[in-house]
């Protein structure tokens, strides 16, 4: 019985959190109404705020991240379920996993001193130089370049992610049942095609899992993501512009905001965030759950 | 033409298995950048006076961070005195009594709260605790941290249960033990050591976070007595000294991360020898 009253606790814990969210965002609620996540000024002096600038540097940070860290992680995820030998899979999993340790301030700390600098020097120009003039794909490279922005803060959070799609897609791999390599081996596919076209399809509804609970980390990053994405609630097309994102604003400003309005904001801003990794999740579990139980037939 | 294409698709085998393997040796790399980084850096700023002197003022160098390694101290122990009895007990009732249907929505509730950005749990432990008194405390800090150890424990405690095999339940209940017993006596000590595991790590988790803490126990430049003032942590410590515009914060940030960095580290890397261990003498 005792068990089974902190077991609900848990369930109370969590609905007080939503309660509390909800409660304590109603002044803004009621005052912008949907036109809170349209609106693009922020502007505490005059109590006037809008969510869209924070809600897109939160989106196109989180996209960044994913489109350098789902291949690096699927790749290294094939190389470990595949190729690797056991004992050494294993290993190079621990050290993988401790990445995943690492404090998010000390990536914030190496994200200021050092990948900040790199970014502004060498990465910057380099991108700017070449992608700069592609069409259509140039205007996410051109502009002033500070070395501050939504592609650095996207690098850091990559690095961040990229373990947890590891860990679940090695996993989800590692499932797949052996015959399925034999049988695409005997008909004479390469260990590539064979990986490619059979082993991977078979886990991909478990390795769209992963990249869904990466995509719910990298939303709800704060204090790295803060330290170099520049702070600035500015929409910008191009990703070396500084931006800001909702975990930002609420580390930034919540200390300091003076007006009930302006706190009530920042918590409605907390509820959203909780409403994305919340989906997010209950996505990724229900798909990674789906791969476990052999649900992710190749159609 | 079908030789082209053999040689082609040897080809491209070769090419994409040798990338997969550059990519894993790659983020492993990334670990290693990380230390060196920290090492260099840290080790060329840290000395005796980091771990026994306050903070000096703005503008006069030296000093350490004393008050932060003993603020984290105090927040970590109010972390587990309040999330670790929630968790544990939990994760009992999920191993051991739970039914099916209010099992699943335990479980599942608490896959969300993990999945819950640091942040709202600050923002949560703002409104309960900060609010109410009106200004920042050690207790609301500990608040935030308790409610992040609550579901890492809760899946560690439950997995390690279940890996107790049923006969040993099965012999102390033939024995005449009633449940309750059968689980204090018999099933506990068997998982001792990977509950205790699951516990550091979760504690060595929350050990780093900054986020939940910045306005909950905010910071404090003195000691902070008792336990409902403000009160300075590593995690805070390291971000208002990396962001601050002077040369010798950046110093002292780079040396508290290092002992920071190796804390954690030491945690994950001790619980996980300590764990194949174990794993390896009950197998056998």
């Known amino acids: 019985m005792l068990t089974l009253t902190f077991a609900a606790g848990i369930l109370l814990l969590t609905s007080m959190l939503v309660y509390e969210l909800w409660m304590n965002s109603h002044l803004s609620r009621a005052k912008f109404g949907w036109m809170f996540f349209w609106t693009r000024t922020w502007d505490p002096i005059f109590d006037n705020f809008g969510a869209a600038p924070f809600i897109y540097g939160t989106l196109v940070t989180s996209i960044v991240s994913l489109v350098i860290a789902v291949p690096l992680g699927l790749a290294a995820a094939i190389f470990l379920s595949e190729l690797a030998p056991r004992r050494m899979s294993d290993t190079i999993s621990f050290l993988i996993d401790l990445l995943a340790a690492v404090p998010s301030v000390i990536y914030g700390l190496l994200g200021i001193f050092i990948i900040v600098p790199l970014m502004r020097t060498t990465v910057g120009p380099l991108l700017i130089g070449s992608l700069g003039h592609v069409p259509l794909l140039g205007q996410f490279f051109k502009g002033p370049n500070y070395g501050v922005g939504f592609l650095t803060a996207g690098v850091v959070l990559a690095i961040m992610v990229v373990p947890f799609i590891i860990s679940v897609s090695r996993e989800v791999l590692l499932t797949v049942p052996r015959e399925q390599r034999e049988a695409a081996l005997a008909l004479g596919a390469t260990r590539w095609e064979a990986t490619w076209k059979v082993v991977v399809p078979w886990a991909r509804t478990g390795i769209l899992g992963s990249v869904f609970l990466a995509l719910a980390r990298a939303l709800g990053e704060t204090m790295a993501v803060t330290m170099v994405i520049g702070n600035d609630p500015k929409i910008s097309a191009s990703l070396f512009a500084p931006g800001y994102t909702i975990a930002a604003v609420i580390a930034n400003e919540f200390t300091e905001a003076t007006g009930d309005l302006y706190l009530s904001a920042l918590i409605e801003l907390g509820l959203v965030l909780f409403l994305m990794t919340f989906i997010l999740n209950g996505l990724a579990r229900l798909l990674i759950v789906a791969t476990d139980r052999g649900g992710g037939h190749p159609s | ?284």
């Open chain 2, 1 to 284: 033409m079908s030789r082209v294409l053999l040689l082609w698709r040897k080809f491209l085998n070769v090419v994409m298995l040798t990338l997969t393997g550059v990519a894993a040796f790659g983020v492993v790399a990334v670990l290693f950048l990380i230390l060196g980084y920290l090492v260099w850096n840290g080790g060329k700023s840290l000395n005796l006076n980091f771990f026994t002197q306050l903070p000096k003022p703005v503008g006069e160098t030296g000093g350490g961070m004393a008050n932060a390694i003993v603020g984290s101290l105090k927040l970590l122990l109010l972390a587990a005195l309040m999330g670790l009895p929630v968790g544990l007990m939990a994760g009992v009732y999920l191993a051991e009594f739970g039914g099916k249907t209010f099992s699943y929505v335990i479980r599942y509730t608490t896959d969300l709260l993990n999945g819950v950005p640091s942040i709202v749990i600050g923002i949560f432990a703002y409104s309960l605790v900060v609010l109410p008194v009106k200004h920042f405390s050690a207790v609301a800090g500990g608040v935030a941290l308790g409610m992040m150890v609550v579901p890492i424990t809760v899946r560690s405690t439950e997995e390690f249960l279940r890996a107790v095999p049923g006969s040993l339940r099965e012999g102390a209940m033939a024995l005449g033990a009633s449940k309750w017993r059968t689980i204090a006596t018999v099933v506990l000590p068997a998982a001792k050591g990977g509950i205790i595991t699951g516990v550091l790590l979760a504690l060595a988790r929350v050990a780093g976070e900054t986020a939940p803490l910045l306005f909950t126990a905010f910071s404090n430049r003195f000691w902070s007595p008792g336990w409902s003032q403000p009160i300075a942590s590593l995690p805070v410590m390291i971000y208002t000294y990396a962001i601050a515009p002077y040369d010798d914060w950046h110093r002292q940030a780079w040396a508290a991360g290092l002992v920071l960095l190796a804390l954690v580290l030491v945690a994950n890397i001790g619980t996980r020898i300590v764990l194949s261990r174990g794993g390896a003498s009950r197998s056998a």
